[in-house]
C-alpha cells in the first residue's frame, strides 16, 4: 500500500518509538490516479492557461501534523487538469521500513493526485490550505510542468529523505528554482534561528511532542541556520515566497509570486474535534520530572535516616536509564538523521546502568558498597556543571531527570561513608 505522507520536519512514527522518539509521522491515504492526460513535450505549445502554485497547509494537532505540509498544484483550464505534486509520499510496506527510517535512510517518493482529492484530506482536519500563484511566463510554467512529471516516472521518483535539508517543502522549492529562466532571490531576515527554535515554535502546545524531539536531537540543530536552511518548514518557505524575486538579469527583477489566496478556510471546529481525538496525558513532562526529582529527594531523606537502601528503586530507575541511553548511543553510533549524532544529553542517558546494575543490587542487598555510586555521580556532576557551557539547547526535562540520578548515587555514598 502507498501512502500519503504530510510532509514533516520529523516523521511521527518516531512517536511509537517512544515518548523516546517523538518525531514524525504519517497520513494514510491512498494515492488517486490523474483525471485527465497530461502534455507531453510534444505539445508544448504554450498553455496560457497554465498556472503552477505553491501550496502550503497549516499545522494540525497530530504529531504528524505539527508542521504543515507544502505541494506544487498544477492547473490548466486548456487542457482540462488540476492536479497536485507531493513530495512527502511512501511506502510503509517497504521491505524493513521501520529498520530503515530508524537508520535514517528512508527513501520517499513524488506523486500526483487530482487536486479535489488533496483539498479533502485537509478540509476534514480543519486545516487551511493557502496557495501561491507562481509568476511564470508560460514557457517556464511547462518547463516546470514537464520536469514535475518526470520526476513522477518510476526510475525518478524516489529520493533519500532527510528531515532538515531533503524534504517535501526543500524538494518543492528546488524544482521552482530548477526551471524558472533566471535565479530566485529570497530576502533576508535580520534575526536568525536554529532548527530547534523553529521546532519549538510548532510545538509549543505539544509539551511532550517537543520533549521527545528535545531528548533526541542535539547540539547540531542548536547553530544559526542561513535563510536558505530556514525554508524546511512550509511556513517559513511560504513567507519567504511571498518577497522572493527572480532575477532575470540585466537589473530586471519578477516577483516570484503572482498571487497569495487562501483556498481552503481554517474550520476552528474541526480543528477542536481533531485536537480531542488525540491522546491526552494528565500532567505535563516538565512538571512530572520535577515532581519526580521531589519525590526522589524525599525518598533519599527517608532512606539516609533510616540507614536503609529501597533496591527495587535502584532496580526501576537504572533499567529505565539504561534503556533510554542504548537509544540515545544507537542513534549517534548508527543512524543518519540530522542532529541526532551530537546528543550531549548521552552523559545522563546512557547503557552504563545496565552494566553495573547486578552488582548495585547485590550491593545493596548485602549493605555494601559499589563503585557505580562514585562514577555516576561524578559524571552527573561533570554535566550539570559545564551544560552551562555546551553549545546545545537542552530539553529542561533533563536537569531534574540528572538531579534525581544525582540523588541516588549521593545517598548511597552518604551511607557508605558512615558504615566506614
Given at each position: ?381 561533570l554535566f550539570l556543571l559545564l551544560s552551562f557551557f555546551i553549545p546545545q539547547d537542552f530539553t529542561p526535562l533533563i536537569y531534574p531527570l540528572a538531579l534525581l540520578l544525582l540523588s541516588r548515587a549521593v ?10
Amino acid at each position: 500500500m502507498i501512502n500519503r505522507k504530510i510532509c514533516v520536519p520529523l516523521h511521527p512514527f518516531m512517536r511509537h518509538l517512544i515518548l523516546f522518539l517523538s518525531f514524525l509521522g504519517c497520513l494514510c491515504a491512498p494515492l488517486q490516479p490523474m483525471a485527465a492526460a497530461m502534455p507531453s513535450s510534444a505539445d508544448a505549445g504554450l498553455d496560457s492557461t497554465l498556472r503552477i502554485s505553491l501550496l502550503t497547509c497549516s499545522p494540525g494537532s497530530a504529531t504528524y501534523e505539527l508542521y504543515g505540509h507544502t505541494a506544487l498544484r498544477a492547473y490548466s483550464e486548456k487542457n482540462g487538469f488540476d492536479v497536485v505534486y507531493n513530495y512527502g509520499v511512501f511506502d510503509f510496506n517497504q521491505p524493513h521500513f521501520v529498520w530503515h527510517f530508524v537508520l535514517g535512510e528512508c527513501d520517499y517518493m513524488v506523486a500526483r493526485e487530482d487536486y479535489p482529492y488533496f483539498e479533502y484530506a485537509y478540509r476534514s482536519r480543519g486545516s487551511s490550505i493557502t496557495e501561491q500563484v507562481l509568476n511564470l511566463y508560460p514557457a517556464e510554467a511547462m518547463k516546470l510542468l514537464l520536469a514535475l512529471e518526470e520526476n513522477c516516472k518510476p526510475a525518478n521518483s524516489t529520493y533519500r529523505y532527510n528531515i532538515f535539508r531533503n524534504n517535501c517543502t526543500t524538494k518543492a522549492r528546488d524544482m521552482i528554482e530548477e526551471n524558472v529562466f533566471g535565479i530566485v532571490r529570497y530576502p533576508m531576515r535580520a534575526r536568525r534561528l536554529t532548527f530547534r527554535q523553529i521546532l519549538h515554535q510548532f510545538t509549543a502546545a505539544s509539551p511532550w511532542d517537543e520533549a521527545g524531539n528535545d531528548m533526541l536531537l542535539g547540539a547540531e540543530i542548536d547553530t544559526l541556520l542561513t535563510e536558505r536552511d530556514e525554508m524546511f518548514s512550509p511556513i517559513y518557505m511560504m513567507w519567504y515566497a511571498d518577497s522572493a524575486m527572480i532575477d532575470r538579469g540585466l537589473m530586471r527583477y519578477d516577483s516570484l509570486v503572482a498571487e497569495r489566496r487562501v483556498i481552503l478556510e481554517a474550520n476552528a471546529e474541526l480543528q477542536q474535534w481533531a485536537a480531542a481525538q488525540e491522546p491526552t496525558y494528565p500532567i505535563a513532562p516538565a512538571l512530572l520530572f520535577w515532581l519526580l526529582l521531589g519525590a526522589g529527594l524525599l525518598l533519599a531523606l527517608w532512606e539516609y535516616r533510616r540507614r536503609r537502601i529501597l533496591w527495587g528503586v535502584d532496580v526501576v530507575l537504572m533499567t529505565l536509564q539504561g534503556l533510554a541511553g542504548i537509544l540515545l548511543v544507537f542513534m549517534l553510533l548508527f543512524s543518519t538523521h540530522p542532529g541526532v549524532g551530537s546528543n550531549w544529553q548521552v552523559w545522563v542517558l546512557n547503557p552504563l546502568p545496565l552494566f553495573f546494575l547486578p552488582a548495585v543490587v547485590r550491593a545493596d542487598i548485602r549493605r555494601e558498597s559499589s563503585v557505580y555510586h562514585a562514577i555516576s555521580a561524578a559524571i552527573l556532576l561533570l554535566f550539570l556543571l559545564l551544560s552551562f557551557f555546551i553549545p546545545q539547547d537542552f530539553t529542561p526535562l533533563i536537569y531534574p531527570l540528572a538531579l534525581l540520578l544525582l540523588s541516588r548515587a549521593v545517598v548511597h555514598l552518604a551511607l557508605q561513608h558512615i558504615k566506614r
